[in-house]
């Protein structure tokens, strides 16, 4: 049945010291010792953080590409997960339309603004009712999931395990928590930006729209959070 209940996003993987590891990373290129003694050489945090981010703000963001960092994702549509897939240096492994057969009704998400009109949600929940029973029908007369499948609306719920690296995090970040993008991928980004800063709070000034790392707005229409770059 549908529903219209937020992403669900879990981080599962990250390294045990991703701090020191992009100090590292950093230093190494500006010291003669070796990574490893730069590594064991400090646990000041703010010394870390305030080298970090001079080298990543100067552009240097091969530094931040040795963190890498895993999500479970489900409860998003495939339109929302056909976004993010659009998405470089990522890795997916997304359940598959193939090999998962669906049994009764296909579970699928109602985008908000349907859910607005009380009327346009009933017919909305009734056609992807009418297409369970089709895609039903296919099935039980011999026709391979792998086929039947193409009967199933982009609104079909999917689930999938998404890693990247922090310098990819960032650059989604940066793009898909702007107002501009459309609300579901902002809801599920949101969501994983908010799990990994919940373990790594240094990383919260990184992980916003690019407007607030700017300080302008470059898109062509705004929402009025910035001024434009012109002005």
Request: hydrophobic share 35%.
């Amino acid at each position: 049945m549908g529903n219209n209940n937020k992403p669900v996003v879990h981080l599962i993987s990250k390294p045990e010291n991703m701090l020191k590891t992009i100090y590292s990373a950093c230093r190494t290129c500006y010291s003669a010792d070796t990574p490893y003694e730069i590594y064991n050489s400090t646990d000041d945090e703010e010394k870390m953080l305030k080298l970090i981010e001079r080298v990543v703000s100067s552009g240097h963001y091969s530094t931040i590409e040795h963190i890498q960092v895993s999500f479970a994702i489900s409860n998003v549509s495939r339109a929302c997960t056909h976004q993010l897939v659009r998405h470089r240096h990522m890795s997916f492994s997304q359940k598959s339309q193939r090999y998962v057969k669906e049994k009764g009704q296909f579970d699928y998400l109602i985008p908000p603004t349907i859910v607005r009109n009380e009327e346009l949600k009933a017919k909305f929940e009734n056609f992807m009712g009418e297409i369970s029973k089709f895609y039903c029908e296919l099935t039980e007369a011999g026709i391979p999931a792998e086929d039947a499948r193409a009967v199933l609306p982009n609104a079909t719920a999917t689930s999938m395990v998404a890693s990247l690296n922090l310098r990819e995090l960032i650059h989604i970040a940066n793009l898909r928590l702007c107002t501009r993008a459309q609300y579901e991928i902002r809801c599920m980004v949101k969501a994983m930006c908010d799990a990994l800063i919940a373990e790594e709070p240094w990383l919260k000034p990184y992980l916003v729209p690019k407007c607030e790392r700017l300080g302008f707005c470059d898109e062509d229409k705004s929402c009025g959070r910035m001024p434009k770059r012109e002005a």
